[in-house]
T-cell receptor
Framework: EDKVVQSPLSLVVHEGDTVTLNCSYEVTNFRSLLWYKQEKKAPTFLFMLTSSGIEKKSGRLSSILDKKELFSILNITATQTGDSAVYLCAVPNNNAGNMLTFGGGTRLMVKP | NAGVTQTPKFQVLKTGQSMTLQCAQDMNHNSMYWYRQDPGMGLRLIYYSASEGTTDKGEVPNGYNVSRLNKREFSLRLESAAPSQTSVYFC?????????????FGSGTRLTVV
């Protein structure tokens, strides 16, 4: 059974801090790993990673994948209050037609 | 605005009552999904429809049924609601299974069963 575990469960930081969110996975026939940001409502797509060691970057957010150690990290530098959200990672589930299996999420709160 | 529309946004049911959650997308996507989200559990797939005319069980299908009414609409039915079904429900769509860039979520339905 595919499994995705995120840590920490929650995190409180102050504006300007740098944070690192972790996602480990166990999946047969790995294809990709995705990160989403969820504010009050629906998740929105951030990154899709398929290759080890290649950093994906968007502004202050970046992510990297380690296929040997089966994990990914999401970094956010110079955090802002608008970064407060739940961050989800997910992998395609081979037993359910490529549908996504999600981790439990990391709740990030950025204080002014 | 193009996207995925879910109704209702909030609902309170008594144990044993039935209801249908509606979902419609206007992006001409082939695949549609229903997820539930419980605190600390991320999103779990209930049912999905890879294309019009097909539906399949996901990770947590017990207590639910679905109907893919046409290409646009995918409804989720609770026949006899139980407190364990208290959750936030998300509908999503994508052009095809595996098209993760194009996964679009609705804004969610918060369901409480008392």
């Amino acid at each position: 059974e595919d499994k995705v575990v995120q840590s920490p469960l929650s995190l409180v930081v102050h504006e300007g801090d740098t944070v690192t969110l972790n996602c480990s996975y166990e999946v047969t026939n790995f294809r990709s790993l995705l990160w989403y940001k969820q504010e009050k409502k629906a998740p929105t797509f951030l990154f899709m990673l398929t290759s080890s060691g290649i950093e994906k970057k968007s502004g202050r957010l970046s992510s990297i994948l380690d296929k040997k150690e089966l994990f990914s990290i999401l970094n956010i530098t110079a955090t802002q209050t608008g970064d407060s959200a739940v961050y989800l990672c997910a992998v395609p589930n081979n037993n359910a037609g490529n549908m996504l299996t999600f981790g439990g999420g990391t709740r990030l709160m950025v204080k002014p | 605005n193009a996207g995925v529309t879910q109704t209702p946004k909030f609902q309170v049911l008594k144990t044993g009552q039935s209801m249908t959650l509606q979902c419609a997308q206007d992006m001409n996507h082939n695949s549609m999904y229903w997820y539930r989200q419980d605190p600390g559990m991320g999103l779990r797939l209930i049912y999905y429809s890879a294309s019009e005319g097909t539906t399949d069980k996901g990770e947590v299908p017990n207590g639910y049924n679905v109907s893919r009414l046409n290409k646009r609409e995918f409804s989720l039915r609770l026949e006899s609601a139980a407190p364990s079904q208290t959750s936030v429900y998300f509908c999503a769509s994508s052009e095809a299974p595996g098209n993760y860039y194009g996964y679009t979520f609705g804004s969610g339905t918060r369901l409480t069963v008392v």
